[in-house]
């Protein structure tokens, strides 16, 4: 019996222990203070959103690794629907050179070292692309023509001139459709000309990066003049084979096994190491040597392909010098109790969360504005954002517009013009008002629906319930699985949460808000919403763009669309012996500007 | 038997053919494929659920997905296996064959290394039931197997890599904890050792005395930074060994035996020496083939010596000549270390199963890629150790109190020779089976582990493919497990069948 009572205690002893360690380890001692973690930012307070010259003349020696996730690299085509997503894309990204990227706050930069362009005419639209003379492929070949002809092509003919796309090209046959003509020039032309049909408001980023043309027509035992015709021209006898190497000759169904240096021909600061790549375990790129324009800081850089949540303690180990993990305030004490080595910064990201109405037929909030905004005037998005989004990003603020973002340079104007801010307060008696003026039922069911797992969401929907249940409306919690395949398509809720990836594009959102939509869940219909976006649509000029966007959000506001809740917070870490590292809001990740990272030595 | 045996197999391939149905079927139903589409707000959302669609065959109906991916595995039968691709176009085939690798890499060490430690904790804590080391290592195998696996991989990557990494930067030990050590260690080692109050006294002051002292030279000669053993100490260390295997196998009484592991001690310094130059960067196959040869030789020499003790001398021979290998081994690996501390400044990366562009020789790889190792191998093997240990010791608690042993006491046979050769062999008849089962199951990959260790294993590809709702890479996994499961179950069963004719019916 003795023995039992030593037992028991050293038992009690040994889980006080882990509980202990348990809750000391990952957060270190102290509680982070939000504020100080931001620190880093401090350091380059640098406003303009594209990149800065970094001064760069010479690569270092050294290495720098990153990694975004578990996820193998699938190959240099990262613009099949298979192959194209964010793991693929931050590699990809580094080899490859574009007339324009995305800077930090989603503005679309021009890269003037790659080349130039110019709207030659308005409207019609009317676009003159010029390649830098001294651009070349990693073989040296020049980049031109030929290259761009071959991206157009990929994204105009079909099999047979049926339906179905030739190329397996992500975007579609979207391109030929504003661009039916191939871009006016000849093989060995620096410069050449992309006639649109229609306006297309979003005609930046639809010329971006091209790749080897040369390499496909060696591929496919063709001459380079000949490939031009045939792709000018539509000659299926060459396209077809052309595509077929399109589509699958650039793909790395083995992992492990790098791409034949003579179809790896990249134009980027950055090109493949040879033995660089190991399955499951890390990709490496070296300096592109026939890089023309200004070196990369650092000559290798290794991506690896690790879990997200071993990538804090695996950055404090320094077996990887920049990270993107989570954003949790988890995650933030973490990186604090680490200390000086490791610098954080924290920020919004293009996505942002919203709560969408649904509009179609039966639904009580249909038809019925006036209860929409009783539920506007009771979801308190302040308190949200206090509790959930503060935290990890501590100049978070409640979102009031749909299409600019918090951190974007139009957005005060924009909400400036459409919302008089009358829902920053939750009001619970003029919700009532509103409430009894809608002529609803006392109790009103209002399922809001998001897709589950997702505990932020859960807490989401937990803050207005307590609130909006005083109003009158019934929340209830309806978070699935299934939300996006079953809920939502069956119209299965009132209320939707979720958020949307801003893209950058200047007329994504007519896909949400006009009637026809593919991405109008609700069914909103609103004609003047859709002819302010048609208005959008059809022009170039930046400042009808603002100008529309201020009429749209100004009727969402007012119809009620929905309610914008807040910019989701990104938080990038890295090792302090690093320099030039700029957090971006994008997609593009943290690497957008990896060729200007250098390590203070 | 041969009957007894086809019909095995004929069953179990049926079970199989029904698993895989069962399993493709479920898989393909256990989510939305296109999930990550659906929440997507590209423009071309449709054309891209379409394509996706086509590629995954998404429309086609369930018994002609499973006809497709059936007919692909059958050209296994002529060498030709077709797994399919990921919906990412990965050659699944590759995937399969690279995750099989990296799991093997994983789990061989960690089981064996489990099997030996459980087995002998096992053993020895039934020898001291009830006392206060039986007490300590049941609490120990109980605490660790029920480690939360990420959270015990989270704290051993904090203490194991993090911290370690920075010691080693210094690489001294401080007094206090060098005193620490020795005591921890003397007062564990009399415990295992035992006996009445005066030799426990000498076995903790000995032990004590010696572990103090070593650390302390260690520090002083920078040890941890710059280690090296030595021709001698490997000699010294070899000879430990043998005395060793043949007091646990013979008892040193057996001169024969005796004098064959001391002399395969010596062919093995001597080889060391005459190799060196081969040794000093050698490549897997010479390392093999090396040590198939010190089998053979050990081998010989047991035979020569052997005598009336023939099969005794051959197998404590072995078992040296496997010991010596390994010491030798280690020294070399010890004599890198401080060049491999050059090429790598933080040794234990927390991630990985090699650092990536790694540059060092073969010895520098060699340690790199152990290192890397040496984590998942601790968690794994903490994990499992519990239940050898366990099963062991009340196997063998059971055996000690049959008849024979008891009769073997009576004859005056020494307590070594009751253990080893009475009680712990028929002891580990039962331990056999479930190694067998055991193994079948690891293969299948410890999906955790790797997870946080950033390695791809065969875990990871389940894991990933079940969260694709990828039915392709799922089944490639468990065609592999599957085959090993079933191939286990029925060796176990032909085993059974050859001890037990009433089973072959």
Same mark, same amino acid.
């Given at each position: ?21 348990? #809750? ?25 959103? #594209? ?57 679309? #930069? ?30 040296? /070949? ?75 027509? /060696? ?103 920049? &990270? ?103 009001? @619970?008696?003029?919700? &009532?008002?509103?409430?009894? /003026? ?25 803050? &207005? ?9 019934? &929340? ?69 763009? @603002? /100008? ?6 100004? @009727? ?46 | ?12 391939? $049926?079970?199989?053919?029904? !698993? ?42 369930? +018994? ?18 077709? $797994? ?25 060490? !960690? ?31 109980? *605490?660790?197997?029920?480690?939360? %696996? ?50 426990? $006294? ?12 070593? *650390? ?25 060994? !043998? ?28 080889? +060391? ?48 000549? %496997? ?19 050059? *090429? ?28 890397? $190792? ?29 008849? +024979? ?68 890479? %799922? ?11 079933? *191939? ?7 085993? +059974? ?9």
């Amino acid at each position: 019996m003795k023995i039992r009572r030593t037992s028991a205690a050293i038992a009690v002893a040994a889980t006080g222990a882990l509980l202990f360690t348990a #809750c000391t380890s990952p957060a270190g001692t102290d509680d982070p203070e939000p504020g100080e973690t931001t620190t880093a930012e401090g350091e380059d307070e640098i406003t303009d959103p #594209c990149k800065v010259d970094s001064g760069i003349t010479e690569t270092a020696e050294g290495n720098i690794s990153y990694s975004v996730g578990e996820d193998e690299w699938l190959g240099i085509n990262g613009d099949t629907p298979e192959t194209y997503s964010v793991y693929n894309s931050v590699v990809n990204g580094r080899v490859e050179s574009a007339f324009v990227y995305f800077g930090v706050d989603g503005t679309v #930069c021009e890269n003037t070292e790659f080349g130039t362009l110019e709207v030659l005419s308005e409207d019609p639209l009317q676009v003159e692309y010029t390649v830098n003379d001294d651009a070349v492929w990693s073989d040296g /070949e020049p980049v031109q023509y030929a290259d761009y002809l071959l991206a157009w092509a990929t994204q105009k003919y079909t099999v047979d001139g049926g339906e179905d796309a030739l190329f397996n090209y992500v975007g579609g046959l979207e391109l030929s459709e504003f661009v039916p003509e191939p871009p006016t020039g000849a093989n060995g032309d620096k410069s050449f000309v992309y006639d649109y049909e229609t306006v297309n408001a979003d005609w930046k980023i639809q010329v971006t990066t091209a790749k080897p043309a040369h390499v496909v027509a /060696e591929q496919i035992g063709v001459t380079l003049d000949e490939l031009v015709v045939a792709l000018q021209e539509g000659d299926y006898e060459i396209l077809e084979p052309a595509a077929e190497f399109w589509n699958e000759g650039w793909l790395s169904p083995v992992p492990g096994e790098l791409p034949d240096p003579s179809i790896a021909v990249v134009n980027g600061p950055y090109t493949f190491k040879e033995n660089g790549w190991t399955a499951g375990q890390s990709l490496t790129l070296e300096a592109n040597e026939a890089y023309w324009g200004t070196p990369p800081g650092t000559d290798e850089l290794t991506f690896r392909f690790s879990a997200a949540d071993t990538h804090v303690q695996a950055l404090q180990n320094g077996d990887l010098d920049v &990270i993107e993990p989570q954003a949790t305030v988890d995650t933030l004490g973490q990186l604090d109790a680490i200390g000086d080595t490791v610098s954080v910064a924290l920020g919004d990201t293009l996505t942002w969360e919203h709560l969408d109405f649904n509009f179609a037929e039966g639904n009580v909030f249909a038809d019925n504005l006036a209860l929409r905004e009783a539920f506007a005037l009771c979801v308190p998005r302040q308190q949200i954002v206090d509790n959930l989004i503060v935290p990890v990003n501590p100049e978070a603020v409640v979102m009031n517009a749909r299409e600019v973002f918090p951190f974007q340079d139009t957005y005060d104007e924009v909400v400036e013009a459409s919302y008089d801010g009358r829902y920053d307060q939750v009001d @619970l008696d003029a919700a &009532i008002a509103k409430f009894e /003026e809608s002529g609803a039922e006392e109790g009103t069911q209002v399922r809001i629906g998001y897709s589950a797992p997702n505990p932020r969401r859960t807490n989401e929907v937990e803050f &207005i319930k307590s609130s909006c249940d005083q109003v009158g409306f019934e &929340i209830v919690d309806v978070g699935d699985p299934d939300f996006f395949s079953v809920t939502l398509p069956a119209g299965d809720y009132e209320v939707a949460l979720f958020a949307w990836a801003g893209s950058g594009q200047i007329a994504s959102g007519r896909n949400i808000y006009s009637t026809t939509g593919g991405q109008n869940y609700g069914q909103f219909s609103s004609d003047a919403v859709d002819e302010a976006w048609q208005v959008l649509a059809s022009t170039v000029d930046p400042n009808i763009h @603002l /100008e529309q966007v201020k009429v749209i959000e100004k @009727l969402l506001w007012d119809e009620l669309f929905g309610i914008p809740v807040f910019a989701h917070p990104g938080v990038a870490a890295y090792s302090s012996s690093l320099e030039g590292l700029r957090k971006t809001a994008t997609q593009d990740q943290i690497v957008w500007n990896a060729e200007q990272w250098v390590r203070a030595s | 038997m041969l009957r007894f045996i086809l019909r095995r197999i004929g069953i179990s391939f $049926l079970v199989l053919l029904g !698993a895989s149905f069962l399993m493709y079927i479920l898989t393909i139903n256990s989510g939305d494929p296109l999930e990550d589409l659906r929440e997507s707000n590209a423009e071309n959302r449709e054309q891209l659920m379409e394509r996706r669609e086509d590629f995954m065959g998404l429309n086609d109906p369930w +018994y002609l997905r499973y006809w497709n991916w059936l007919t692909g595995v059958s050209k296994c039968v002529v060498l030709q296996c077709d $797994l399919g691709v990921t919906r990412n176009g990965v050659d699944v085939g590759s995937l399969l064959g690279q995750a099989a690798g990296s799991t093997l890499r994983l789990v061989t060490i !960690a089981t064996l290394a489990a099997i030996v430690i459980g087995i002998a904790f096992g053993m020895l804590t039934a020898i001291r039931q009830y006392s206060g080391f039986d007490y300590t290592v049941t609490f120990g195998a109980f *605490l660790f197997y029920s480690l939360p %696996v990420f959270w015990a991989a989270v704290l051993l990557k904090e203490f194991g890599a993090i911290r370690f990494n920075d010691w080693i930067a210094v690489g001294t030990i401080s007094p206090v904890v060098v005193v620490l050590v020795a005591a921890l260690l003397g007062f564990v080692a009399q415990a295992i050792l035992g006996g009445d109050s005066r030799r426990r $006294l000498i076995t903790a002051g000995g032990t004590f005395a010696f572990v103090a002292a070593a *650390l302390f030279y260690f520090n002083a000669v920078d040890f941890y930074r710059n280690p090296a053993m030595g021709p001698a100490l490997v000699a010294v260390v070899g000879v430990g060994a !043998a005395v060793l295997v043949v007091s646990l196998v013979t008892g040193l009484a057996n001169r024969r035996v005796l004098y064959a592991a001391l002399t395969t001690v010596a062919v093995g310094v001597i080889s +060391y020496f005459a190799l060196g130059s081969v040794l000093a960067e050698p490549t897997w196959p010479i390392l093999i083939g090396l040590f198939v040869l010190a089998i053979i030789l050990a081998s010989v020499i047991g035979a020569l010596w052997g005598g009336y003790s023939r099969r005794q001398a051959i197998f404590a021979s072995n078992v040296t000549a %496997v010991l010596m290998s390994g010491i030798i081994v280690a020294d070399i690996a010890l004599a890198h270390w401080a060049s491999f501390l050059g *090429l790598k400044s933080r040794p234990i990366s927390t991630i990985g199963s090699e650092t990536p562009n790694f540059t060092g020789g073969f010895w520098e790889s060699f340690l790199d890629k152990g290192a890397q $190792l040496l984590l998942p191998t601790i968690i794994l093997t903490l994990i499992s150790v519990a239940s050898y240990s366990r099963y062991t010791r009340s196997s063998m608690l059971e055996v000690m109190n049959q008849d +024979y042993v008891r009769t073997a006491r009576s004859k005056g046979l020494s307590e070594r020779a009751v253990i080893t050769k009475h009680a712990f062999r028929n002891a580990l008849i039962p331990i056999t089976t479930i190694v067998a089962f055991d193994f079948a199951g690891l293969i299948g990959g410890a999906v955790i582990t790797e997870t946080v260790f950033g390695w791809k294993g065969m875990g990871e590809l389940f894991r990933s493919g079940l969260l694709h709702v990828d039915p392709n890479p %799922v089944m490639a996994f468990f065609l592999v497990t599957g085959i090993a499961a079933v *191939l286990m179950n029925m060796l176990a069963d032909i085993a +059974y069948a050859y001890l037990d004719p009433r089973i072959r019916r």
